[in-house]
């Protein structure tokens, strides 16, 4: 059964992506916001996340994410770079839940976007390029059908919390005592949508 539902929401991302509107969604000068293509990209991704978040994750986690939801992972590039290595990434995933009883219909099934890993090199940071990542996700998710999108961040991140609190609306719906390995306490965030 997970496979079908699977295979309906890889439907729903390959009819809705191409309507993707950036409308409301910043550009940032001298940056290109591309979508994760195929292996090729895999190194440099688990490099910028590894920068940046305290949990090892593990390849086998990358590939979880990125080849079963490839148009949720978005990454940013400089646009005068040859090389197009990415200076910033968010990774993504859907879930879905049966709402009560009946097993049949979509209208059943609830879909809550998670948000796994979102870096932007140090340097880059301060520039808008972490929100507009987010912005940009958060949007795809929805057009998908997501009801509401969930992360969990440390505690201790002051700039993770500022991003998803202050500027994306993001909620405290829950404290998760030694939720990381490092033992930091971590809140899990939800924003519900429209």
């Not at 808008?128 to 998908?144: V, W």
Request: net charge negative; aromatic share 10%.
């Amino acid at each position: 059964m997970a496979s079908n539902s699977q295979a309906t929401l890889q439907t729903a991302i390959m009819d809705t992506i191409d309507e993707v509107s950036d409308v409301n969604i910043p550009d940032i000068e001298g940056i290109d916001f591309v979508d994760y293509v195929n292996e090729e990209q895999l190194e440099d991704v688990m490099q910028l996340v590894q920068k940046d978040l305290s949990e090892p994750y593990s390849v086998y986690t990358y590939r979880y994410f990125l080849h079963r939801w490839p148009n949720l992972a978005i990454l940013a590039v400089p646009s005068d770079s040859d090389n197009k290595r990415p200076i910033g990434c968010v990774v993504c995933k859907i879930d879905v839940k049966r709402d009560g009883d009946n097993e049949t219909t979509d209208a059943a099934k609830v879909y809550t976007g998670y948000i796994g890993m979102l870096a932007v090199e140090t340097k880059y940071r301060r520039s808008g390029i972490g929100t507009a990542l987010a912005l940009r996700a958060i949007q795809r998710m929805q057009q998908m059908g997501c009801q509401s999108i969930q992360l969990e961040t440390e505690v201790t991140n002051k700039g993770a919390m500022r991003l998803y609190e202050d500027r994306l609306g993001f909620i405290r719906e829950e404290l998760l005592v030694k939720y990381y390995l490092n033992w930091n306490n971590a809140y899990r965030l939800r924003l519900w949508l429209n």
